[in-house]
C-alpha cells in the first residue's frame, strides 16, 4: 500500500488553502522531507496538476473548460445532491444542494462574490450557548480574509467607468435591479467579487473559458504545486478507515476512462470534500472507527448524532419575476457577470441580503431556483399556500405551449432573477442511501427561517412591482424545495468540551482521532447570511497557521514526529 | 371517460410474437422511470404508483405484426407532442420563422443514454454498469410506446377515432392540458417536456432555442464555445473598451454592451454606513 505523510481530499476553499499552506511549511521548514498530497475527485481542467488525468483538449485559455450549458458537460463540473424520496411528495419539504466538481471545487462554479461574514454570523446562540467556537469571530478571522483577499485579488465592483476599468463594472441586470431597490427605499451596492480582467463573457458561472475568473487553480493551487505538493485527480475516496501509521484511504482511480480500486495509507488525513462530501465520507466510514474512536461522540453522549446534521442552506431563496414592458432598461441577464451587485438595506431588521444573478433559463423551465410561471395568489404568505395561476379555461398556466415559448422570448429583456442569502436554522441533513450514495434532505423549516424567508420575498415581490411587473411563483412555496448553492455544516466544529455539540474540535481535528481533520464547509457552525468562500479559506488560513505555529493545538511538526 | 386503447390484431405466437415480447410495458416503463429516480425535476405531481393495477387504464399491449409502421405512427405522436410543449413557428408558406423542440433536437433527448447522463449529473443515479443499461434495450421504443398510446387515449376524447397525431391543432392542445391533469398520465407528458427543455434551453444539439429566445448565437457551436466578451458590436465585433469610442458606437446603435455604465440614483434615507464598511463587507 502506498505511503504519504499528508493527505488532503479535495480541493476547493478548504482543500487548496490546507494544501498551499502545508505545503510551503513543509518545504521551508521540514526541509521537504514528508509528502503531501491531494487527491480530488474530479478532473484536472488545466492539465497541468495531474500528469496522468486524461481530458478534453486544451484550448487557448489555457483550460479545458466548455462555455455551454450541456447537462453532460455540466455534470461533469458540478455535483447536485438531491432528495429523490420528497422530491416525489408534492408539499413535502424537500432540498437540492450544488457543488463543484473537479480541481478547485466550488471555484470552478461560484459567482467569485467575495464577503466577509459579518458580526452577527458568528454571534449566533443557541440559548445560552455560542454556536461558533470562541477563538472565532469577525474581528479575528479579518487578518485572515484579508489574506484570503489578497491572494484571490479581491476587488470591488463599481457602477460606471470613471471609477474603475471597463472589466470591473456592474450589468445592466444590477442597474435595473438598483433602480427597484430604489423604488421601495433600499440600496443596491456593488459587490466584491474574486475576478481579475475578466472578459464579461457572461454565462461565467458554467465553467470557465476565459482566465479572468479567479480559480483555486490560479492562486491557492498553484502555490501548493510550487511547494511540491503531488496531485492526483478523478480519485473518488469511498471510505476512510485507520491504520498502523493513521488512516486508510480506499477509493476509486478513473483516470483515463478505468475505475480502479487504490489504497493509501497516511499519517495527517484531511477531508476537504465539500460540505456534502465530507460529511458523508465520515457518515460512510463510520463502522471503520468504533469504541473510543468513534466519529461522533456525541451520540454516545446524548443518544442523538450530530454527524450529517444541522446542514445549512445559508437561507438560499431564488425567485424570478418579470419587470413591466414600459421599464425603460433591459435586463439582459445573459451578459456580464452572473453577480455583482447586492441590497444590504434589510440585514439589521431581517438578516437577509438580497443579489441579483443570472439563471439559465433551462433551470428555470424545469423548476430549479425559481419557475417562470405566474402565481395564483402571489400574496400568499407561507410555503403551501401558493398556487400556479388559473386562466381562463380554469386550468392551470401551462408550462408549455406557445405562450410560454412568447415569455421565454423575453427572457433577455424583462426577466430578472433575484434571491436572497440568509440566517437559517440549519434544518437540513446529509444521509447517506442504501446505495451508498449521498443525498440532502429537509423535513422541516422552523418558524424563524419561514419567517425570514416571508420577509424576504415580501420584499422580492415589492420590487418587481416597484419596476411595472410581478413575480414568479417559486419552487419553495410550491413544491417545498429548498434550493442551495452554499450549503454549510453537516459536521459542526465545536469547543473541545462540548463534545455533545459537534463532530470536531475548534481545528477541524475529530475527538477521539488525532490527526483526522475535516476543514472544508461541513464544520461551519451556523449559516453565515452572505456567500461563504471567503469565510471558508479563511478559517482554514486561521487553523493552518494554528498548525504550523503549534498555537492551541499540536504542531503539524510533532504530528508528523519531526524532530 | 377515460381514453381506451387501440386493439392491435396480430397471432400470439408468431415471430413478431417473440421479439416483441422484450417490449417493455407501460407498467415497466414507469417503475423504470421511477427507479431511475429522472422524474424527480420534472414531475410536479405524485408519480402514480405503478404497481397499483386498478389505475391502469389498460393492460400490456398486445402483439403487433407491423412494428416498423407502428414505430414511426408512435414517433409522430411524439413528435407532435413535443411541437405542442415548444411549437416551431412558421409562415404561410410553411418556411420555419422560429424553431420549436423537435427543431432543437428534443426527439433524440428522449433516448435512456440522454436520461442517464442528465440523471447522473442531478445526482438521481448512482453510476450504472453498463450490463443494466445494456438490459434496458427496448426501453427507448417502451417508453415511446406507451407516451404515443396515451396521446391516442387522449385525444379519443377529442375526436374518436383520430390519432394525436391527426387532431387539429387546437385539439391536440386541448389534448395535452387534459393530459397533465391525469395523475395517471402526467408524469410521462412531464418527462417529454423536460426533455423537450433541456433541448431547447440547454443547447445540447443545437443553440437554436437560446437564439430564439435572445441569446446570442455560438462563436462555434461543434467547439461548444459560446459567445464570450463584451463590449462588442452588434455585428458581433470584439470591442476594446481602452482604444474604441463606446458613446460613438453607441450613438449609432451599434454598440452590444453588458452595462449601462451608469450610477443608479441615491436612495434618500436609507443609510449603507450603519451596516457596510468602507470595502463593502457587511460589519
Same mark, same amino acid.
Given at each position: 500500500?502506498?505511503?504519504?505523510?499528508?493527505?488532503?481530499?479535495?480541493?476547493?476553499?478548504?482543500?487548496?488553502?490546507?494544501?498551499?499552506?502545508?505545503?510551503?511549511?513543509?518545504?521551508?521548514?521540514?526541509?521537504?522531507?514528508?509528502?503531501?498530497?491531494?487527491?480530488?475527485?474530479?478532473?484536472?481542467?488545466?492539465?497541468?496538476?495531474?500528469?496522468?488525468?486524461?481530458?478534453?483538449?486544451?484550448?487557448?485559455?489555457?483550460?479545458?473548460?466548455?462555455?455551454?450549458?450541456?447537462?453532460?458537460?455540466?455534470?461533469?463540473?458540478?455535483?447536485?445532491?438531491?432528495?429523490?424520496?420528497?422530491?416525489?411528495?408534492?408539499?413535502?419539504?424537500?432540498?437540492?444542494?450544488?457543488?463543484?466538481?473537479?480541481?478547485?471545487?466550488?471555484?470552478?462554479?461560484?459567482?467569485?462574490?467575495?464577503?466577509?461574514?459579518?458580526?452577527?454570523?458568528?454571534?449566533?446562540?443557541?440559548?445560552?450557548?455560542?454556536?461558533?467556537?470562541?477563538?472565532?469571530?469577525?474581528?479575528?478571522?479579518?487578518?485572515?480574509?484579508?489574506?484570503?483577499?489578497?491572494?484571490?485579488?479581491?476587488?470591488?465592483?463599481?457602477?460606471?467607468?470613471?471609477?474603475?476599468?471597463?472589466?470591473?463594472?456592474?450589468?445592466?441586470?444590477?442597474?435595473?435591479?438598483?433602480?427597484?431597490?430604489?423604488?421601495?427605499?433600499?440600496?443596491?451596492?456593488?459587490?466584491?467579487?474574486?475576478?481579475?480582467?475578466?472578459?464579461?463573457?457572461?454565462?461565467?458561472?458554467?465553467?470557465?473559458?476565459?482566465?479572468?475568473?479567479?480559480?483555486?487553480?490560479?492562486?491557492?493551487?498553484?502555490?501548493?504545486?510550487?511547494?511540491?505538493?503531488?496531485?492526483?485527480?478523478?480519485?473518488?475516496?469511498?471510505?476512510?478507515?485507520?491504520?498502523?501509521?493513521?488512516?486508510?484511504?480506499?477509493?476509486?482511480?478513473?483516470?483515463?476512462?478505468?475505475?480502479?480500486?487504490?489504497?493509501?495509507?497516511?499519517?495527517?488525513?484531511?477531508?476537504?470534500?465539500?460540505?456534502?462530501?465530507?460529511?458523508?465520507?465520515?457518515?460512510?466510514?463510520?463502522?471503520?472507527?468504533?469504541?473510543?474512536?468513534?466519529?461522533?461522540?456525541?451520540?454516545?453522549?446524548?443518544?442523538?448524532?450530530?454527524?450529517?446534521?444541522?446542514?445549512?442552506?445559508?437561507?438560499?431563496?431564488?425567485?424570478?419575476?418579470?419587470?413591466?414592458?414600459?421599464?425603460?432598461?433591459?435586463?439582459?441577464?445573459?451578459?456580464?457577470?452572473?453577480?455583482?451587485?447586492?441590497?444590504?438595506?434589510?440585514?439589521?431588521?431581517?438578516?437577509?441580503?438580497?443579489?441579483?444573478?443570472?439563471?439559465?433559463?433551462?433551470?428555470?423551465?424545469?423548476?430549479?431556483?425559481?419557475?417562470?410561471?405566474?402565481?395564483?395568489?402571489?400574496?400568499?404568505?407561507?410555503?403551501?399556500?401558493?398556487?400556479?395561476?388559473?386562466?381562463?379555461?380554469?386550468?392551470?398556466?401551462?408550462?408549455?405551449?406557445?405562450?410560454?415559448?412568447?415569455?421565454?422570448?423575453?427572457?433577455?429583456?424583462?426577466?430578472?432573477?433575484?434571491?436572497?442569502?440568509?440566517?437559517?436554522?440549519?434544518?437540513?441533513?446529509?444521509?447517506?442511501?442504501?446505495?451508498?450514495?449521498?443525498?440532502?434532505?429537509?423535513?422541516?423549516?422552523?418558524?424563524?427561517?419561514?419567517?425570514?424567508?416571508?420577509?424576504?420575498?415580501?420584499?422580492?415581490?415589492?420590487?418587481?412591482?416597484?419596476?411595472?411587473?410581478?413575480?414568479?411563483?417559486?419552487?419553495?412555496?410550491?413544491?417545498?424545495?429548498?434550493?442551495?448553492?452554499?450549503?454549510?455544516?453537516?459536521?459542526?466544529?465545536?469547543?473541545?468540551?462540548?463534545?455533545?455539540?459537534?463532530?470536531?474540535?475548534?481545528?477541524?481535528?475529530?475527538?477521539?482521532?488525532?490527526?483526522?481533520?475535516?476543514?472544508?464547509?461541513?464544520?461551519?457552525?451556523?449559516?453565515?447570511?452572505?456567500?461563504?468562500?471567503?469565510?471558508?479559506?479563511?478559517?482554514?488560513?486561521?487553523?493552518?497557521?494554528?498548525?504550523?505555529?503549534?498555537?492551541?493545538?499540536?504542531?503539524?511538526?510533532?504530528?508528523?514526529?519531526?524532530? | 371517460?377515460?381514453?381506451?386503447?387501440?386493439?392491435?390484431?396480430?397471432?400470439?405466437?408468431?415471430?413478431?410474437?417473440?421479439?416483441?415480447?422484450?417490449?417493455?410495458?407501460?407498467?415497466?416503463?414507469?417503475?423504470?422511470?421511477?427507479?431511475?429516480?429522472?422524474?424527480?425535476?420534472?414531475?410536479?405531481?405524485?408519480?402514480?404508483?405503478?404497481?397499483?393495477?386498478?389505475?391502469?387504464?389498460?393492460?400490456?399491449?398486445?402483439?403487433?405484426?407491423? %412494428?416498423? !409502421?407502428? @414505430?414511426?405512427? *408512435?414517433?409522430?405522436?411524439? /413528435?407532435? $407532442?413535443?411541437?405542442?410543449?415548444?411549437? &416551431?413557428?412558421?409562415?404561410?408558406?410553411?418556411?420555419?420563422?422560429?424553431?420549436?423542440?423537435?427543431?432543437?433536437?428534443?426527439?433524440?433527448?428522449?433516448?435512456?443514454?440522454?436520461?442517464?447522463?442528465?440523471?447522473?449529473?442531478?445526482?438521481?443515479?448512482?453510476?450504472?454498469?453498463?450490463?443494466?443499461?445494456?438490459?434496458?434495450?427496448?426501453?427507448?421504443?417502451?417508453?415511446?410506446?406507451?407516451?404515443?398510446?396515451?396521446?391516442? %387515449?387522449? !385525444?379519443? @376524447?377529442?375526436? *374518436?377515432?383520430?390519432?394525436? /397525431?391527426? $387532431?387539429?391543432?387546437?385539439?391536440?392542445? &386541448?389534448?395535452?392540458?387534459?393530459?397533465?391533469?391525469?395523475?395517471?398520465?402526467?408524469?410521462?407528458?412531464?418527462?417529454?417536456?423536460?426533455?423537450?427543455?433541456?433541448?431547447?434551453?440547454?443547447?445540447?444539439?443545437?443553440?437554436?432555442?437560446?437564439?430564439?429566445?435572445?441569446?446570442?448565437?455560438?462563436?462555434?457551436?461543434?467547439?461548444?464555445?459560446?459567445?464570450?466578451?463584451?463590449?462588442?458590436?452588434?455585428?458581433?465585433?470584439?470591442?476594446?473598451?481602452?482604444?474604441?469610442?463606446?458613446?460613438?458606437?453607441?450613438?449609432?446603435?451599434?454598440?452590444?454592451?453588458?452595462?449601462?455604465?451608469?450610477?443608479?440614483?441615491?436612495?434618500?434615507?436609507?443609510?449603507?454606513?450603519?451596516?457596510?464598511?468602507?470595502?463593502?463587507?457587511?460589519?
Amino acid at each position: 500500500m502506498s505511503y504519504k505523510d499528508i493527505v488532503i481530499i479535495g480541493s476547493g476553499f478548504g482543500g487548496a488553502v490546507m494544501a498551499a499552506r502545508l505545503g510551503a511549511y513543509v518545504r521551508d521548514a521540514l526541509g521537504g522531507r514528508y509528502s503531501v498530497h491531494l487527491l480530488e475527485k474530479g478532473q484536472d481542467h488545466t492539465g497541468t496538476f495531474d500528469e496522468e488525468s486524461g481530458g478534453g483538449p486544451i484550448n487557448e485559455q489555457g483550460n479545458r473548460f466548455q462555455h455551454t450549458l450541456s447537462p453532460d458537460y455540466l455534470a461533469s463540473i458540478g455535483d447536485v445532491f438531491t432528495d429523490v424520496q420528497g422530491a416525489y411528495q408534492r408539499g413535502v419539504p424537500s432540498m437540492n444542494v450544488v457543488a463543484g466538481r473537479g480541481l478547485g471545487g466550488g471555484s470552478l462554479l461560484y459567482d467569485a462574490v467575495s464577503l466577509r461574514a459579518p458580526t452577527e454570523s458568528f454571534d449566533q446562540l443557541n440559548g445560552a450557548r455560542r454556536l461558533w467556537p470562541s477563538r472565532y469571530s469577525r474581528a479575528e478571522l479579518n487578518p485572515y480574509y484579508q489574506r484570503v483577499e489578497q491572494r484571490l485579488r479581491v476587488h470591488r465592483m463599481r457602477w460606471t467607468s470613471e471609477e474603475a476599468p471597463y472589466w470591473q463594472l456592474a450589468t445592466k441586470r444590477d442597474f435595473v435591479f438598483a433602480e427597484g431597490c430604489r423604488r421601495i427605499g433600499a440600496t443596491a451596492t456593488p459587490l466584491k467579487l474574486a475576478d481579475e480582467n475578466d472578459a464579461n463573457e457572461g454565462w461565467w458561472n458554467q465553467g470557465q473559458r476565459f482566465s479572468g475568473r479567479q480559480d483555486l487553480s490560479k492562486n491557492y493551487l498553484r502555490d501548493a504545486q510550487q511547494a511540491q505538493v503531488s496531485f492526483r485527480t478523478e480519485c473518488e475516496v469511498q471510505r476512510i478507515g485507520r491504520a498502523g501509521r493513521g488512516y486508510v484511504i480506499q477509493g476509486i482511480d478513473r483516470r483515463n476512462g478505468g475505475s480502479r480500486a487504490f489504497e493509501l495509507e497516511c499519517r495527517v488525513l484531511i477531508l476537504a470534500a465539500g460540505c456534502v462530501s465530507s460529511t458523508g465520507l465520515l457518515m460512510r466510514s463510520q463502522d471503520n472507527f468504533t469504541g473510543d474512536n468513534i466519529l461522533d461522540p456525541a451520540e454516545a453522549i446524548t443518544g442523538e448524532a450530530v454527524l450529517g446534521k444541522h446542514l445549512s442552506a445559508n437561507g438560499d431563496y431564488g425567485v424570478s419575476g418579470t419587470i413591466g414592458a414600459d421599464f425603460a432598461y433591459d435586463v439582459e441577464g445573459q451578459k456580464g457577470k452572473p453577480m455583482s451587485s447586492f441590497c444590504p438595506s434589510f440585514w439589521r431588521q431581517h438578516q437577509f441580503i438580497l443579489i441579483p444573478f443570472y439563471a439559465a433559463p433551462m433551470y428555470m423551465s424545469l423548476g430549479q431556483i425559481s419557475t417562470l410561471l405566474p402565481a395564483e395568489r402571489p400574496s400568499a404568505q407561507g410555503r403551501a399556500s401558493t398556487e400556479p395561476a388559473q386562466g381562463p379555461d380554469g386550468k392551470s398556466v401551462p408550462d408549455w405551449g406557445m405562450a410560454y415559448k412568447s415569455l421565454l422570448k423575453s427572457f433577455s429583456q424583462r426577466i430578472l432573477t433575484m434571491g436572497c442569502l440568509a440566517i437559517d436554522a440549519c434544518e437540513g441533513e446529509v444521509i447517506v442511501r442504501d446505495d451508498d450514495s449521498l443525498g440532502v434532505q429537509w423535513r422541516v423549516t422552523t418558524d424563524a427561517t419561514e419567517a425570514r424567508w416571508t420577509a424576504a420575498v415580501d420584499t422580492m415581490r415589492s420590487i418587481y412591482r416597484a419596476l411595472g411587473g410581478e413575480i414568479f411563483l417559486d419552487t419553495y412555496r410550491w413544491q417545498g424545495t429548498v434550493n442551495s448553492s452554499h450549503p454549510l455544516g453537516g459536521c459542526r466544529m465545536t469547543e473541545r468540551e462540548e463534545t455533545e455539540h459537534g463532530v470536531v474540535d475548534p481545528f477541524g481535528e475529530s475527538f477521539n482521532n488525532r490527526n483526522l481533520f475535516v476543514i472544508d464547509g461541513a464544520i461551519i457552525p451556523t449559516a453565515l447570511g452572505v456567500n461563504p468562500s471567503l469565510t471558508i479559506a479563511a478559517v482554514a488560513e486561521s487553523i493552518a497557521d494554528a498548525l504550523i505555529e503549534g498555537r492551541e493545538t499540536e504542531g503539524l511538526a510533532s504530528r508528523l514526529g519531526a524532530p | 371517460m377515460r381514453g381506451r386503447r387501440r386493439r392491435r390484431t396480430t397471432e400470439p405466437n408468431s415471430r413478431q410474437h417473440q421479439e416483441s415480447s422484450a417490449l417493455l410495458s407501460r407498467r415497466q416503463v414507469l417503475q423504470t422511470l421511477g427507479a431511475l429516480g429522472f422524474g424527480a425535476s420534472a414531475c410536479t405531481g405524485p408519480l402514480i404508483s405503478p404497481s397499483d393495477e386498478t389505475q391502469r387504464p389498460w393492460r400490456d399491449p398486445p402483439i403487433n405484426a407491423q %412494428a416498423e !409502421a407502428n @414505430e414511426s405512427a *408512435r414517433s409522430n405522436n411524439v /413528435r407532435a $407532442l413535443m411541437d405542442v410543449l415548444i411549437p &416551431a413557428e412558421r409562415d404561410e408558406a410553411g418556411a420555419l420563422l422560429s424553431p420549436g423542440a423537435l427543431e432543437v433536437g428534443a426527439y433524440e433527448m428522449l433516448e435512456l443514454r440522454n436520461f442517464v447522463s442528465a440523471a447522473r449529473g442531478q445526482q438521481l443515479l448512482p453510476e450504472l454498469p453498463g450490463p443494466l443499461l445494456s438490459g434496458l434495450g427496448g426501453f427507448d421504443e417502451a417508453l415511446r410506446s406507451a407516451v404515443s398510446a396515451d396521446l391516442d %387515449a387522449l !385525444a379519443f @376524447e377529442q375526436r *374518436r377515432f383520430v390519432a394525436f /397525431r391527426h $387532431l387539429p391543432a387546437a385539439e391536440r392542445i &386541448a389534448a395535452v392540458a387534459e393530459g397533465f391533469d391525469r395523475d395517471e398520465i402526467s408524469p410521462l407528458l412531464h418527462f417529454v417536456r423536460a426533455a423537450c427543455f433541456i433541448a431547447f434551453l440547454g443547447a445540447v444539439r443545437s443553440d437554436a432555442g437560446l437564439v430564439a429566445i435572445g441569446f446570442p448565437a455560438f462563436e462555434d457551436f461543434t467547439d461548444r464555445r459560446a459567445v464570450s466578451g463584451y463590449p462588442r458590436t452588434t455585428s458581433g465585433r470584439l470591442v476594446d473598451p481602452l482604444r474604441e469610442d463606446l458613446r460613438e458606437l453607441a450613438a449609432r446603435g451599434e454598440l452590444d454592451d453588458y452595462t449601462y455604465n451608469m450610477a443608479p440614483m441615491p436612495t434618500p434615507g436609507d443609510d449603507l454606513s450603519a451596516v457596510l464598511d468602507a470595502s463593502g463587507d457587511l460589519i
